[in-house]
Each structure stands twice: as C-alpha cells, then as structure tokens.
C-alpha cells in the first residue's frame, strides 16, 4: 500500500482530523500571540537590536514547540492506549499490530507534531519581518509594526479557518480572534503611553 | 477451491464497513464482498461477510481481517469445488426447526 494511502488510512481510522484541527488552531494562536507579545514588549521597551527580539522570539519558539509535541505526544499516547486496551477487552484479542494498534500509535505521533509545528510556524512568521530588519532591508519600527501585522492576520486568519469549520460567518469569527490580538496590542501601547 | 465463504466476525467500529469491505475485495481470488452488521455494541460490532470469488484463500482473508482489527467467530459456510451447491431444504431440516 503506498505511503499516503496508507497515511490516509491511519487518519480515517484514528479519527485524528478534527483532534488535530483545533490542535493546529489552538497552537498557532498560541504562536501568533507569543511573538506578538515579545514584539510589543521590545517595542515598550525600546529595544533597538533587531536580533535580541529575534532570539527571544526563536528561544519562546523553541519552548513552544517542544512543549507541544511533547505534551500532545504523551496526553494522546496514554488517552489512546487506555481506548485500545478496552476494545482489546471486548474483541478478546490483541491490537497492537492491527490497523487499529498502528492507526492509535500514529494518530500520537501526528497529534505531537502538529501541535509542535502550527506555533513554530505562525511564530517564524511573525518574526520574518525582524530577519528582513537585522540584514538592512527595513528599519526595525517598521519591522515591529508588520510584525504586529502579521500576527493579527495570522490571528484573523485562524478565525476565519474556524468559521468555515463551522460554517458559521466567517468574518465573524475572524473578527473575533482579531480583537484578541488588538486588546494585547492596545494594552501594551497604553503601557507605553503611561 | 473455496467459490464462497460466509463468517461471522467481531469488529471495532473503525475501521468502518466500506473500509473492510474494499480490503477485502482486493485479495487475490475475490470478486465480491459482502458486509452486513447485524449487532452493534458500545465497543464492538458483529458482522456478517459473504465472500465470493474464483479461488478464495481462507487463510489471506483471515490474515486480512486479523490487520484490520477483526476476529473470526465462526465460519458459517463454504463452498468449493467446479460448482456451487446450494443449501437445500430436506424435512429433516423442517423437524429440527420445529
């Protein structure tokens, strides 16, 4: 059987999707919102060295990122070994090198790698606009303000994803995670002003 | 040369029937599945397959539902052999169902 059919089985068969849905969503906001954070932070600040928010921001993602895969890892790993040792009970057999024991392993491995990734990415993204800064293409107030960009859109993308996974009005639901971003950027301005 | 097999076999819910029955259809020997689930419970379900074909290996298919989480309870029928027979009614049929 190929690699993705194979794959695709796992996942149908797991019932990983949705789980790994709203892992992705709820990682990726968690990415989005950090380095907007950090970003924000930097700016209050006055930080001027593109490359002490650079590092900041790669250390938090680091973090992040194996503090996902690890903790989806190991909470879908035992939840799922609970759920297949009590089918093992009612087939009075053993699952472990059925489609049903490899779909429960990789349906851990996959939930541990989506919720590694999705804040890694939403996280390298917000920081690009700083890599562009620290080698001379943008200043870095500039840098900062289409980081705070990117990290809202991220955000009012992310909701925009939900809105559509529950075919409700999508804007709405952009909105909503939008405003999320813009209280923690207004709050940190305010700061600033105070 | 089994031409048709009928069992009765204890599954999970997943993988679903479709699922099953496609694997099943692609082993060598078979030219139609049938799947019908006949019992279903909180963790488990019961169903009954007809398998049809030119030459069917008891053992693939065995080997088959054991990879997709399934265990053979009993098998119910068989044919083999140039031509299919029929079950047929006798009376003594009739007496033992009285």
Same mark, same amino acid.
């Given at each position: ?9 796992? &996942?149908?068969?797991?019932? &990983? $999707?949705?789980?790994?849905? *709203? ?18 932070? $930097? ?18 993602? #680091? /973090? %992040?990122? #194996? ?8 909470? @879908? @790993?035992? @939840?799922? @070994? ?20 490899? /779909? ?8 541990? !790698? ?6 890694? !990415?939403? $996280? ?29 859109? &991220? %955000? ?5 994803? #939900?809105? *559509? ?9 952009? $909105? ?7 209280? !923690?950027? &207004? ?8 | ?98």
């Amino acid at each position: 059987m190929k690699f993705l059919e194979k794959l695709r089985r796992y &996942i149908r068969v797991s019932g &990983i $999707a949705p789980i790994s849905r *709203r892992y992705f969503i709820m990682n990726a906001f968690d990415g989005a919102t950090t380095i907007l954070g950090i970003v924000i932070g $930097a700016y209050v600040a006055e930080i001027t060295s593109e490359l002490l928010v650079i590092w900041s921001g790669l250390g938090a993602t #680091l /973090a %992040m990122g #194996l503090s996902g895969f690890v903790g989806a890892y190991m909470t @879908e @790993e035992a @939840e799922r @070994e609970k759920k297949l040792r009590t089918l093992e009970k009612s087939m009075l057999t053993e699952l472990t090198n059925s489609v049903v024991g490899r /779909a429960s392993r990789f349906a851990s491995l996959w939930a541990g !790698i989506v919720d590694g990734v999705s804040p890694a !990415i939403a $996280a390298v993204t917000c920081l690009a606009p700083l890599f562009f800064s620290s080698v001379g293409v943008f200043s870095i107030d500039f840098a900062i303000q289409l980081s705070v960009a990117i990290a809202l859109s &991220i %955000m009012f993308l992310l909701g925009v994803f #939900l809105g *559509r996974i529950s075919k409700r009005n999508i804007f709405f639901h952009g $909105a909503k995670m939008f405003f999320v971003g813009l209280i !923690i950027t &207004i709050v940190f301005l305010a700061l600033k002003v105070l | 040369m089994i031409r048709r097999l009928v069992l009765d076999v204890l599954k999970p819910h997943n993988p679903g029937v479709v699922e099953l029955s496609e694997a099943l259809s692609h082993l060598d020997g078979v030219e139609g599945v049938n799947v019908i689930i006949y019992e279903i419970d909180q963790q488990v379900e019961n169903a009954k397959i007809i398998i049809a074909g030119s030459s069917i290996d008891f053992e693939g298919i065995k080997k088959k539902l054991e990879e997709m989480g399934a265990t053979v309870h009993s098998v119910d029928e068989v044919a083999a052999g140039k031509r299919i027979v029929e079950e047929v009614r006798t009376p003594q049929d009739r007496s033992a169902r009285m």
